[in-house]
């Protein structure tokens, strides 16, 4: 599990494959869920800060707010249907900077 301090801009990446031809491909929709240590789930879909840098592969920039354990999936519709293994991060409280 990687860990982070609060307050530190993290990136979560996400990847698409194509299973039938083992290759990466693009879905028609990209979908990150993020759930808070307070068990808040929030989606981000077309219109959010979802960056695409190739075929199959997007990344978020993501501030955690608060201390605890995250985690995240990405999920994939249309042309390409999968959803990605759930991954966990943990954000670290500050001794000197309140959450």
């Given at each position: 599990?990687?860990?982070?301090q609060?307050?530190?801009q993290?990136?979560?990446?996400?990847?698409?494959?194509?299973?039938?031809?083992?290759?990466?491909?693009d879905p028609?929709?990209?979908?990150?869920?993020?759930?808070?240590?307070?068990?808040?789930?929030?989606?981000?879909?077309?219109?959010?800060?979802?960056?695409?840098?190739g075929?199959g592969?997007?990344?978020?920039?993501?501030v955690?707010?608060?201390?605890?354990?995250?985690?995240y999936?990405?999920q994939?519709?249309?042309a390409?249907?999968?959803?990605?293994?759930?991954?966990?991060?943990?954000?670290?409280?500050?001794?000197?900077?309140?959450?």
């Amino acid at each position: 599990m990687n860990k982070y301090q609060i307050d530190t801009q993290i990136q979560l990446n996400g990847t698409f494959y194509n299973v039938g031809l083992n290759v990466l491909a693009d879905p028609s929709s990209a979908t990150l869920f993020i759930e808070s240590p307070a068990g808040v789930v929030t989606e981000y879909g077309p219109g959010s800060p979802i960056v695409r840098t190739g075929i199959g592969v997007y990344y978020m920039l993501f501030v955690p707010p608060s201390p605890g354990e995250w985690s995240y999936q990405w999920q994939g519709t249309g042309a390409v249907i999968a959803t990605s293994k759930v991954t966990r991060f943990f954000v670290h409280a500050s001794d000197l900077i309140a959450a």
